[in-house]
């Protein structure tokens, strides 16, 4: 069995696991799953407007995976996507309040807002890695409840008068079309998928086919080699921080910009940061992979919102496969050595 | 308001809000001082708070005013049992620990909202009858001041938190067990070559860390907020987390930010009702641990080093 075709099974096996572990909690708890799938496939593509609403989870999905999926190749582990995520949106609506300007200059101007802060909330990780050798898992957990906080107290004492959410963004910095809405009955689908699947492209030329690409991929895969062949260690840490960053707060913009419009207090997470993780492994931290795997986890999450109401099941079923999911790409170890065996039998 | 009457109101409050933290971060330093890190944290006080509040509305009519003090037991076998899927997956099936975490708390979050939605069929329990009440502790209550400002209108579990605490710092440095946790999480390869069990001394510090994030999370539960929702457990884990590194990781130390975390949480909520504190935004106070835990980490506070080989999967033969 070649490498490549190991690296496409495992998490397709990993996929098939979750799906039957969350069968036999459904069969265990006395749910049909059979209604429950149904429910979900409906849900997720049954008629235009969930077609559009699937379409529009896809897109901060694909944006916080390739956040994600970016860092990793660089052999850092961005956990702190949510809080990005969070500053991002925060940026794009308060730009998107703050001027009066034509659409082709305010638009760009809120979305590379959110590109900007997400960087700046990425840097912080970055630099402390490189300067100070500090774990950026620990740094980026922290800064994700700083910046829950911090934007939760601008939206109530900078943005508003007290208030738990903002108005909504002006025309000329929304990325809401009447068109794409109309095509999909209504749904909250926005240009803002363009944009996602741009930034696939981006990540896969910048990573293959640019010497600096090179570069942060030889980091990834062995910092001594990189540094002997004289790269710099440090410098490309940063910068593939600030990279994962951007993409973040793109996907903050999308629902800042696109989705809501507006920016609402928070009393947890939103969730959109994790499910980046999720979508980078399952996708093997390639461009392709993570849109697809995006296109899946946002298929499921917008399912999942059709269980309740059509089959009965709560829709959390989907939060407990998609974390199955998780636990299965993290554990391939034991998929890999399973189809070693597989091949070795094959072979005999 | 008098000083006197200030620090009656928030040494209890202080307590109250660090001894989930306590809990919690004790079970951090369990795993990693045996080298597994544990994101899981939070998804294990979920667990527990979920585990204790069920136990507690089903059962409280048996047991009566023992009703906590059991679900708590509950709480902490639950919280243990649930951490095997980490050590399964991380000194097992050598998954990467952070992920293998993440997933911990996505399967947490989503399995204990699924069984609220499943036993109740609504996305909240009820609030419990019979939760940890305020007590006064007989004989201490009667020392001068001290008494009035420790010991009146406090609660049994944060005296509980500090004492395990102890037991643990007791258990980690000054007994045969505590040394090998250490040793496999500071070169494992060396604790193998002098005959100590690895994998089953990693496997007994991810179940601790379990069962005491158990505890943690049915002390939150029924101390503070007396029901399970999904906005029951926000980020105590991963405070307790942060309380365990700003205590580099030892368990005096993770008491100590516990508690200093504790402060700054019970501040931020009580904190307007507090003359000199009216003017401080609470935003500060919210992120204070986090900030904290940052400059510790960087070196600006004594900088915090994690055991050598926290996070390293352990095979055999390999250089």
């Given at each position: 069995m070649s490498k490549r075709l190991k690296n496409i099974l495992t998490p397709i096996i990993a996929l098939l696991l979750g799906i039957i572990v969350g069968t036999i909690i459904m069969i265990v708890t006395g749910y049909n799953p059979l209604d429950a799938y149904a429910a979900l496939w409906e849900g997720a593509l049954g008629n235009p407007y969930y077609l559009g609403e699937t379409i529009r989870q896809i897109t901060p999905y694909i944006l916080a995976g390739l956040a994600v999926a970016f860092a990793f190749r660089v052999g850092l582990f961005n956990i702190g996507v949510e809080g990005q995520f969070l500053v991002g949106w925060l940026a794009s609506v308060w730009v998107g309040l703050a001027f009066h300007l034509p659409k082709f200059i305010h638009l760009p101007l809120a979305i590379i807002s959110a590109m900007v802060a997400g960087a700046l909330w990425a840097f912080i990780p970055g630099l402390l890695k490189a300067r100070f050798r500090v774990h950026e898992v620990i740094v980026t957990i922290m800064m994700n409840y700083i910046a829950l906080y911090v934007c939760n107290y601008v939206i109530q004492n900078v943005l508003t008068n007290g208030k738990e959410r903002t108005g909504n963004v002006p025309d000329s910095a929304s990325l809401a079309s009447p068109w794409l809405q109309s095509l999909t009955q209504n749904s909250r689908l926005h240009w803002g998928i363009v944009i996602a699947i741009i930034c696939c492209f981006i990540m896969w030329f910048l990573l293959e086919k640019t010497t600096r690409g090179f570069e942060l991929r030889a980091v990834g895969f062995n910092q001594d080699a990189a540094h002997y062949a004289g790269m710099s260690v440090n410098k490309n840490i940063i910068l593939s921080m600030v990279i994962s960053g951007i993409f973040a707060g793109l996907a903050g913009a999308m629902e800042g910009l696109g989705t809501f419009g507006y920016i609402a207090m928070k009393s947890s997470f939103t969730g959109v940061g994790f499910n980046g993780i999720a979508v980078a492994l399952l996708g093997g931290n390639t461009a392709l992979g993570v849109f697809f795997a995006a296109c899946l986890f946002g298929a499921l999450e917008v399912g999942a919102l059709n269980m309740p109401l059509a089959a009965g099941v709560p829709n959390e079923l989907v939060d407990i496969i998609i974390a199955l999911i998780v636990f299965f790409v993290a554990a391939s170890y034991i998929i890999r050595v399973f189809l070693e065996r597989i091949s070795k039998k094959e072979a005999k | 308001m008098s000083f006197m009457q200030i620090l009656m109101i928030i040494v209890p409050s202080t307590l109250l809000w660090a001894a989930p933290l306590v809990f919690t971060a004790l079970g951090g330093v369990f795993s990693e001082r045996s080298g597994v890190i544990n994101i899981g944290l939070e998804g294990l006080m979920w667990v527990g708070a979920f585990t204790s509040i069920v136990f507690n509305l089903t059962f409280v009519h048996v047991f009566g005013n023992a009703t906590p003090w059991i679900a708590l037991l509950v709480a902490m076998l639950a919280g243990a049992v649930f951490s095997l899927l980490h050590a399964v997956a991380a000194i097992t099936f050598r998954a990467d620990h952070t992920v293998s975490g993440v997933a911990i708390n996505l399967l947490a979050t989503g399995l204990t909202l699924f069984l609220v939605k499943f036993i109740y069929n609504k996305g909240e329990t009820d609030i419990i009858q019979k939760g940890f009440n305020k007590i006064d502790i007989p004989v201490?209550?009667?020392?001068p001041i001290i008494g009035k400002i420790f010991f009146q209108n406090t609660y049994w579990v944060s005296f509980l938190a500090i004492i395990v605490a102890i037991i643990a710092w007791y258990i980690i440095y000054k007994t045969p067990f505590g040394l090998r946790l250490r040793s496999v999480g500071e070169h494992p390869m060396a604790a193998d070559t002098m005959g100590i069990n690895v994998t089953k001394m990693r496997y007994i510090g991810v179940i601790l860390s379990g069962a005491l994030g158990g505890i943690g999370g049915g002390v939150y539960a029924e101390a503070i907020s007396s029901n399970f929702s999904h906005a029951t457990i926000s980020g105590q884990g991963f405070m307790a987390l942060a309380a365990m590194i700003f205590g580099k990781w030892h368990p005096l130390g993770a008491m100590g930010a516990a508690i200093f975390f504790g402060f700054a949480q019970s501040l931020s909520i009580i904190g307007s009702s507090l003359p000199f504190l009216?003017?401080?935004?609470?935003v500060y106070l919210l992120i204070a641990p986090y900030v904290l835990t940052i400059l510790a980490l960087t070196g600006f506070i004594g900088r915090a080093e994690a055991p050598k080989a926290d996070g390293v999967h352990y095979i055999k033969g390999s250089r």
């Open positions: - | 201490l209550k009667d020392i009216k003017s401080i935004p609470s």
